[in-house]
């Protein structure tokens, strides 16, 4: 199955992108905030990455950043999900190592749409 | 009386609350394990429901009712060899890079709190002596210490139970403990290995003079502590360590809780945290 | 080589790294030293005084260091005094995501001292300035908490605010708030996250007689 790590500080928001990745298939893991999901990257070898820009303690940008420079690892595609629709903010997450950016809040099919897009869809 | 109740979003509720707050997650199977505590950390508060009690802690200005769930929901035993891999990070990891990087034949120094009864202290002067071969070459300083004056005295007089010794090697137990009618007596190369301190952490008088550290254990402390202390203990060890120095929580706690101040390094062994600017 | 003890207390290394003065002018005066680590303790050391939050957000303008602003940080919240508020709430404006964090974090730590501003806040012209405020309800202990996310989602026209909103309903709200959700959920009938989390409120907020499971 593969596995999708869901970075957010709202817990809300964690709970309604698993709720469409797990009812779609895909095995899901948290993390709240920047600095716990590179633990949890650097640990864990995930297929996908759903990262929000704005958290305490490491935000999105520097999570993916961080992760990225690590060049021994396999790299996961990442989207990265922002409250933010400017271009600035988007060319960031692309510099930061995005595959997508999407806007919050998100709506099930088109987060179902880019994770297939990235992923294939998961094994019936 | 009706026995109190944890309804399914009650143990929700709290899973989120704890998970955020410690990075802990118990899952549906341990709702045996939760309900029964949270149950009893209601009738000591007087809660008389569960959103009672949740108010409570989520509300609780000085953090004691939630250092008192805490201690509740994990497990607090101490012993030698505790969390093992970091011991094994140490050696197989911080030492080589510490040492690699080091210009000058100067002390390598170690601080590792809170001391409880010394097993952590002791356990790192058993594995720096017999299974870091970089010994031969670097001397190597191991301070701990503890708020606990009575704590300490049993530290440094080193006397342990079977129980406290049941992950020592046998090879170790036979070269450097010696069985007495009371228990297991650390000889004295070990005791003389360590110096035992008193400390507040909270105190910044009393943390002032710790500094140049080159790894710091800080298992099982900051746990406990509320936001704010765990912020300022976290500025604190920034400050008691060298930069490029490193810091070892307890094996269900994380930064990512605390402070952004530290790097996340991962060894083979371990994840541990690295002040920045070797 | 070995394992070595010292049987002194551990002492400071050869020189006094703090040679400056720890009065009041000579603590802002080092806020200013080149050496972060000097920058630091300066910043620690002026907590205990209480009219260092005008110096302390002065070196908080400027300062790069990550490490000293954190303490710096940590100082205003001991400071705690009208000035620092108001400095804290002046971070929240940065364009520093890191910046705005920590103030938030600090906020959250003053529920006493934020309270009377945290109206205003709820209704700042800036959208993100609402997220935030709604963030440090998060640790406000004060009896209007709910009624002031209820008025939130019956008049907050930015979705995300909203989104915000139901995140902490569902952990202190009550039924009082179900009618108020009811017509969020009507107003965005057509965003499923808002669908999702007001649905989650109401279901954590539903009320609870005894012994109900």
Same mark, same amino acid.
């Given at each position: 199955?593969?596995?999708?790590?869901?970075?957010?500080?709202?817990?809300?928001?964690?709970?309604?992108?698993?709720?469409?990745?797990?009812?779609?298939?895909?095995?899901?893991?948290?993390?709240?905030?920047?600095?716990?999901?590179?633990?949890?990257?650097?640990?864990?070898?995930?297929?996908?990455?759903?990262?929000?820009?704005?958290?305490?303690?490491?935000?999105?940008?520097?999570?993916?950043?961080?992760?990225?420079?690590?060049?021994?690892?396999?790299?996961?595609?990442?989207?990265?999900?922002?409250?933010?629709?400017?271009?600035?903010?988007?060319?960031?997450?692309?510099?930061?190592?995005?595959?997508?950016?999407?806007?919050?809040?998100?709506?099930?099919?088109?987060?179902?749409?880019?994770?297939?897009?990235?992923?294939?869809?998961?094994?019936? | 009386?009706?026995?109190?109740?944890?309804?399914?979003?009650?143990?929700?509720?709290?899973?989120?609350?704890?998970?955020?707050?410690?990075?802990?997650?118990?899952?549906?199977?341990?709702?045996?394990?939760?309900?029964?505590?949270?149950?009893?950390?209601?009738?000591?508060?007087?809660?008389?429901?569960?959103?009672?009690?949740?108010?409570?802690?989520?509300?609780?200005?000085?953090?004691?009712?939630?250092?008192?769930?805490?201690?509740?929901?994990?497990?607090?035993?101490?012993?030698?060899?505790?969390?093992?891999?970091?011991?094994?990070?140490?050696?197989?990891?911080?030492?080589?890079?510490?040492?690699?990087?080091?210009?000058?034949?100067?002390?390598?120094?170690?601080?590792?709190?809170?001391?409880?009864?010394?097993?952590?202290?002791?356990?790192?002067?058993?594995?720096?002596?017999?299974?870091?071969?970089?010994?031969?070459?670097?001397?190597?300083?191991?301070?701990?210490?503890?708020?606990? @004056?009575?704590?300490?005295?049993?530290?440094?007089?080193?006397?342990?139970?079977?129980?406290?010794?049941?992950?020592?090697?046998?090879?170790?137990?036979?070269?450097?403990?010696?069985?007495?009618?009371?228990?297991?007596?650390?000889?004295?190369?070990?005791?003389?290995?360590?110096?035992?301190?008193?400390?507040?952490?909270?105190?910044?008088?009393?943390?002032?003079?710790?500094?140049?550290?080159?790894?710091?254990?800080?298992?099982?402390?900051?746990?406990?502590?509320?936001?704010?202390?765990?912020?300022?203990?976290?500025?604190?060890?920034?400050?008691?360590?060298?930069?490029?120095?490193?810091?070892?929580?307890?094996?269900?706690?994380?930064?990512?809780?605390?402070?952004?101040?530290?790097?996340?390094?991962?060894?083979?062994?371990?994840?541990?945290?690295?002040?920045?600017?070797? | 080589?070995?394992?070595?003890?010292?049987?002194?207390?551990?002492?400071?290394?050869?020189?006094?790294?703090?040679?400056?003065?720890?009065?009041?002018?000579?603590?802002?005066?080092?806020?200013?030293?080149?050496?972060?680590?000097?920058?630091?303790?300066?910043?620690?050391?002026?907590?205990?005084?209480?009219?260092?939050?005008?110096?302390?957000?002065?070196?908080?303008?400027?300062?790069?260091?990550?490490?000293?602003?954190?303490?710096?940080?940590?100082?205003?919240?001991?400071?705690?005094?009208?000035?620092?508020?108001?400095?804290?709430?002046?971070?929240?404006?940065?364009?520093?995501?890191?910046?705005?964090?920590?103030?938030?974090?600090?906020?959250?730590?003053?529920?006493?001292?934020?309270?009377?501003?945290?109206?205003?806040?709820?209704?700042?012209?800036?959208?993100?300035?609402?997220?935030?405020?709604?963030?440090?309800?998060?640790?406000?202990?004060?009896?209007?908490?709910?009624?002031?996310?209820?008025?939130?989602?019956?008049?907050?026209?930015?979705?995300?605010?909203?989104?915000?909103?139901?995140?902490?309903?569902?952990?202190?709200?009550?039924?009082?708030?179900?009618?108020?959700?009811?017509?969020?959920? @009507?107003?965005?009938?057509?965003?499923?996250?808002?669908?999702?989390?007001?649905?989650?409120?109401?279901?954590?907020?539903?009320?609870?007689?005894?012994?109900?499971?």
């Amino acid at each position: 199955m593969k596995r999708i790590l869901i970075v957010d500080d709202a817990a809300t928001v964690r709970m309604y992108h698993r709720a469409i990745l797990e009812s779609a298939g895909y095995a899901v893991e948290e993390a709240v905030n920047g600095m716990e999901a590179l633990e949890k990257a650097l640990t864990t070898q995930y297929d996908l990455l759903l990262v929000d820009v704005n958290m305490p303690k490491m935000d999105g940008y520097a999570f993916l950043s961080e992760l990225r420079s690590h060049s021994d690892l396999a790299q996961p595609p990442a989207v990265m999900i922002s409250t933010e629709a400017e271009l600035v903010d988007r060319t960031k997450a692309y510099a930061a190592g995005a595959n997508f950016y999407m806007v919050k809040p998100t709506r099930p099919d088109s987060l179902i749409g880019h994770v297939r897009v990235l992923l294939g869809s998961p094994p019936q | 009386m009706t026995a109190a109740s944890i309804s399914q979003d009650d143990f929700l509720k709290f899973q989120e609350y704890f998970y955020r707050k410690t990075g802990i997650r118990f899952e549906d199977n341990k709702r045996y394990f939760v309900d029964k505590r949270l149950v009893e950390r209601m009738g000591h508060t007087g809660s008389a429901n569960f959103r009672e009690y949740f108010s409570k802690l989520r509300f609780d200005t000085d953090g004691v009712e939630m250092q008192a769930l805490v201690n509740l929901m994990t497990v607090n035993e101490t012993y030698f060899f505790r969390e093992q891999y970091q011991f094994d990070c140490l050696v197989n990891s911080i030492l080589p890079e510490i040492v690699a990087r080091k210009k000058d034949n100067r002390t390598i120094r170690i601080w590792a709190l809170p001391s409880s009864s010394g097993e952590e202290a002791y356990t790192i002067a058993l594995c720096l002596i017999e299974r870091w071969p970089g010994i031969a070459d670097h001397d190597v300083e191991i301070i701990s210490s503890d708020i606990d @004056t009575n704590i300490l005295a049993l530290a440094k007089a080193g006397l342990y139970s079977a129980r406290s010794t049941m992950h020592v090697p046998e090879s170790y137990l036979r070269k450097y403990f010696r069985k007495t009618a009371n228990g297991f007596q650390i000889d004295d190369t070990l005791r003389g290995a360590v110096e035992f301190t008193r400390v507040n952490l909270q105190d910044p008088t009393d943390v002032r003079p710790y500094r140049h550290f080159d790894v710091i254990f800080c298992r099982n402390l900051l746990i406990y502590f509320d936001d704010v202390s765990r912020k300022q203990a976290a500025e604190t060890f920034y400050d008691a360590l060298r930069p490029g120095g490193f810091i070892l929580l307890g094996h269900s706690e994380s930064m990512s809780r605390i402070s952004s101040l530290f790097q996340v390094r991962k060894f083979d062994d371990a994840i541990v945290y690295q002040r920045p600017g070797v | 080589m070995a394992l070595i003890k010292k049987s002194a207390a551990p002492r400071n290394p050869a020189k006094d790294d703090r040679a400056g003065a720890r009065d009041f002018d000579g603590l802002t005066r080092q806020l200013d030293e080149h050496d972060a680590t000097a920058r630091r303790w300066a910043a620690r050391d002026l907590a205990v005084h209480a009219n260092a939050s005008a110096a302390l957000l002065t070196r908080l303008q400027r300062e790069n260091d990550v490490s000293v602003r954190e303490v710096i940080l940590t100082s205003l919240m001991r400071i705690a005094d009208p000035a620092a508020i108001g400095g804290l709430v002046a971070c929240l404006r940065s364009e520093d995501a890191n910046l705005r964090n920590e103030a938030i974090e600090a906020m959250k730590s003053l529920p006493v001292e934020v309270a009377p501003i945290m109206r205003g806040l709820l209704v700042d012209q800036d959208p993100d300035v609402r997220i935030f405020a709604v963030n440090i309800l998060e640790s406000l202990r004060h009896p209007d908490v709910e009624a002031w996310l209820v008025e939130v989602i019956e008049r907050e026209p930015t979705v995300n605010v909203c989104g915000t909103a139901l995140d902490l309903l569902a952990e202190v709200g009550t039924s009082a708030s179900h009618d108020a959700l009811e017509r969020l959920k @009507t107003r965005f009938a057509s965003e499923p996250y808002i669908q999702f989390a007001a649905d989650l409120a109401l279901k954590r907020t539903a009320s609870m007689s005894d012994g109900q499971k």
